[in-house]
C-alpha cells in the first residue's frame, strides 16, 4: 500500500484548494491503472498562523508504486500550486506503508498536528527516520501536514464525511451559482445525518464558500450515502467533478483537556471551573467573561464569544457569576476563543439589600463588612437576603451556531456528549 500526503498549495488572493489538487491525483492515479481505497481530509491545529483558511492536509491511499505516486503528485501538484503566493509553502510525503501500519511516531506526529505547532525540522526527522519519500517547493513547509495527513489513518478514530462538488476550473472567481431554496430543502431532508449545510437563522448557505476556489459547495456529515445524494440534489451550475472525503472534521479532534492557569497560546482545550465575572460587551459585540478554577486555585482566564458567533452570544450573556461550566475552545494571546460550553451548574440565587422588619423598607449597606442598616428605623441586619434568580439557560452543552463553526469543532448534533445538547441548526 502506499499513502501520498498532501499540503499548502493555496493562497488566500488567488484561490486553490489542496482537496482540489488531492480530488485530479486520485484521478490521475486510476488512470494510470491504481486504486483509490480512500481519500483523507484531514483539519490540522485551527491556531496555526501560516493557514490559508481552515489548516486542511489531504491523504490518498492507493496500490501505486510509491516512486511512481511521488512523480504523479509532483506533476499534478506543479501547474496547480500557488507558489507565487509566498505563503504558500508545498509538500508532499509518499509512504509505502499500509495506513494503518505507520510507525507510532508517524501517528503520535499526527495528534499532536491537530493540538500544537510543530516546527518543520521535527517533520524532516520524523520523515527521514520512516523512510518516507518526500518532496517541498518554496521552503516545503506544507510536509508538516503532508506527513500528519499520511499518519491520520492510524492516529484518529472516529470519522466523517465531506462531500466536495466543484466548478469548472475557468468559472473560479466568478460569482458561484447555486439555488439556496434547493441548498435549504435538501439541508432538511438530510438532517442530522447531514449536517452545517445551513444556518437557518442566519438563512445562510454554510455550504457554499465565500472565497476564490474551485469548490462549489461541500456537505458534512455522518453518512457517506446522505452527503452525496444531499449533493446531488442541489440546483446549481455545472459541476466539473465531485469527491466523497474522509475526515476528521465535527470530531472536536483539536480539544485537550485543560486547566486553568496551565492553558497555552496555540491550543484548544476543554476547561472546568467557574464563572468570576458577568459578561460584559465590549466594542465590536464581542462578549466577554472571567474564568475561574476549582475552589482553591484563584487562576482565571478570560473568555470570549466574538461578534461572529451571532446569537450565541445571547447564551454567553446569560452566563451569571457563580455559574459552573466546561468550556471549549482556543487560547490565544491568554483569551480563551468559545466554540461550545456546557453549563453544570447554574447560580439559581442573587443576595440583595434585606428589607426592613419594622417599617419594610429596603435596608441599606451599613459599609464594607459591617451588613445592613435602615435609614429610617436604625435596624440592623448582618446578612444580605436572598432572591430567586431568573435564568434562561439550562443544563447542558451550548454551541457557535453552524455559520460560525470551526471546521473541526463537533456540532452538538452529532451526540456523545456527556450532558443534554442544545443544537444550533
Ligand atoms: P490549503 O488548502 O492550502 O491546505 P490551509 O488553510 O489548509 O490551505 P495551508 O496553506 O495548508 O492552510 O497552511 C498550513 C501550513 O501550516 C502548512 O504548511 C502546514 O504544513 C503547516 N501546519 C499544519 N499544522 C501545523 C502544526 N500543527 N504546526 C505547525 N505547522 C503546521
Known sequence: MTVIGLDDTDSRERGMCTTYLAARLAERVVA????????????????????????AALA????????????????????????????????????????????????????????????????????????????????????????????????LEEW???????????????????????????????????????????RQAVCVPNAPGPILYGIRGDEADAVSDLADRIESEPTERSATFLTNQGTDAHLADGRIGDLRDGRAYRVDGTVASDPETRRGGHVFFEFEGPAGSDARVDCVAFEPTKRFRDRVRALRVGDDLTVCGEVTDGTLKLEKFAV????????????????????????RD???????????????????????????WYEVPPCARRHIAKPLVRGGFDAPVHPER
Open 32 to 55: 494510470e491503472g491504481g486504486t483509490i481505497d480512500r481519500r483523507l481530509l484531514v483539519r490540522l491545529n485551527p491556531a496555526v498562523e501560516y493557514k490559508t483558511r481552515g489548516n
Open 60 to 155: 490518498l491511499h492507493t496500490d501505486l508504486d510509491p516512486d511512481r505516486a511521488l512523480e504523479l503528485a509532483a506533476a499534478e501538484l506543479e501547474p496547480l500550486a500557488e507558489t507565487d503566493d509566498p505563503r504558500t509553502s508545498p509538500g508532499v510525503v509518499v509512504a509505502g506503508d499500509a495506513p494503518e501500519a505507520v510507525p507510532d511516531a508517524v501517528a503520535d506526529f499526527t495528534r499532536r498536528a491537530i493540538r500544537e505547532l510543530l516546527d518543520p525540522a521535527e517533520a524532516l526527522a520524523v520523515l527521514d527516520a520512516a523512510g518516507y519519500r518526500h518532496r517541498g517547493w518554496e521552503g516545503g513547509r506544507g510536509r508538516i501536514g503532508a506527513l500528519a495527513a499520511v499518519g491520520a489513518w492510524a492516529a
Open 160 to 202: 466523517t464525511y465531506e462531500r466536495i462538488s466543484y466548478r469548472a476550473f475557468e468559472r473560479c472567481g466568478t460569482p458561484r451559482d447555486v439555488d439556496e431554496a434547493s441548498v435549504f430543502e435538501e439541508a432538511e431532508r438530510f438532517y442530522p445525518d447531514a449536517w452545517d449545510t445551513v444556518d437557518r437563522v442566519e
Open 344 to 367: 453544570r451548574a447554574l447560580r439559581r440565587t442573587a443576595e440583595t439589600n434585606p428589607t426592613c422588619p419594622s417599617c419594610g423598607r429596603s435596608m441599606a449597606s451599613a459599609g
Open 370 to 396: 459591617q451588613g445592613y442598616r435602615c435609614r429610617d428605623c436604625g435596624t440592623s441586619a448582618a446578612e444580605p437576603a436572598t432572591v430567586p434568580l431568573d435564568r434562561d439557560l439550562e443544563r447542558g
